[in-house]
């Protein structure tokens, strides 16, 4: 008898402590707000004359992925860009990992997809300038480091971005022709380009270039884009850009978003300059659909949130 109590006693007490230790666990990985990953991305929208003269314009997608915890059932509403608020925002609801998003108040955001306590989420906000011509005249590129979203419920919260950079340019007819293009699930891509005219490279260019410099690889023609200089293509022959991204999925920014479009400066032979996007340039999570649990709770104890 007593060998059978000193058995439940020992039971009752794992038991306890095993609940005590669960407690203590789900407190330590609660987060006190939503954990917003960052995004370092370059974004651009072709502007365009129609028939009456008017400009158009392409609304930009900002993809704002982040983590909370599964017992949150706020929504986000709206989002503002403290930085550009002469923005025009559509918000758009997304269930996370799908292309499927609708935009509009009325919106119902699906509640994430669930790893563990966490629920992952995304919400899209859609840009556009309200006076592209006058903004066009004013400044080339808009850089935004700082949002703040509304839920539902009237709260709202200040959140980093990372850095984004907003940039427009007109369509415009230039030398060089795309001809093909391959990018593959390894973070390398080319491109090969035809010259209808003889040219002369002249830089690659990225707002961004600095601060990811060991991240990326570019080489045109087979030389290395930081050793460019006045780099001649003649008519009729090709020019071939090979890029790659470097980010390891155990690294710690590995939930981040990175979309880097460096800009290839060249000119014709009449000393007319040019830009051409360098595409490709990309690593996206959400695409890639690599979380966990654990690295999550890696993730954010790594960005100092638990």
Do not use: W
Not at 184 to 197: I, N, P, Q, V
Not at 253 to 268: A, F, G, Q
């Amino acid at each position: 008898m007593e060998k059978n109590r000193k058995i439940i006693k020992i039971g009752v007490t794992s038991i306890f402590l095993a609940v005590i230790l669960c407690l203590i666990t789900a407190e330590y990985l609660k987060l006190e707000k939503p954990v917003f990953f960052k995004n370092y991305c370059e974004l651009s929208s072709p502007f365009y004359r129609n028939a009456e003269g008017a400009i158009e314009q392409q609304e930009i997608a900002i993809a704002m992925q982040y983590v909370t915890n599964i017992s949150d059932q706020r929504t986000i509403v709206d989002v503002r860009f403290p930085e550009a608020p002469q923005l025009n925002v559509s918000v758009a609801q997304s269930n996370f990992n799908t292309a499927a998003f609708v935009f509009g108040p009325d919106a119902e955001q699906a509640q994430g997809t669930t790893y563990g306590r966490y629920s992952l989420r995304m919400v899209t906000a859609a840009v556009s300038l309200p006076n592209p011509e006058e903004e066009l005249r004013d400044q080339e590129n808009i850089v935004l480091t700082q949002a703040v979203v509304v839920y539902q419920n009237g709260e709202s919260q200040e959140i980093p971005l990372g850095k984004i950079i907003l940039s427009y340019r007109f369509l415009e007819e230039d030398p060089l022709e795309p001809r093909t293009s391959t990018s593959s699930s390894d973070g390398t891509s080319s491109a090969f380009l035809f010259a209808k005219d003889d040219i002369c490279i002249l830089d690659v260019s990225s707002p961004l270039q600095e601060e990811f410099r060991d991240m990326i690889e570019i080489t045109i023609n087979k030389k290395d884009y930081e050793s460019i200089d006045r780099m001649p293509i003649k008519k009729g022959n090709s020019v071939e850009i090979f890029t790659k991204m470097k980010i390891t999925s155990d690294s710690l920014n590995r939930y981040d978003t990175y979309k880097i479009v460096p800009e290839m400066i060249y000119e014709d032979s009449n000393g007319k300059q040019f830009r051409e996007k360098i595409y490709n340039m990309d690593y996206i999570p959400y695409h890639l659909n690599q979380y966990s649990f654990f690295g999550l709770v890696k993730y954010l104890h790594g960005r100092g949130m638990l």
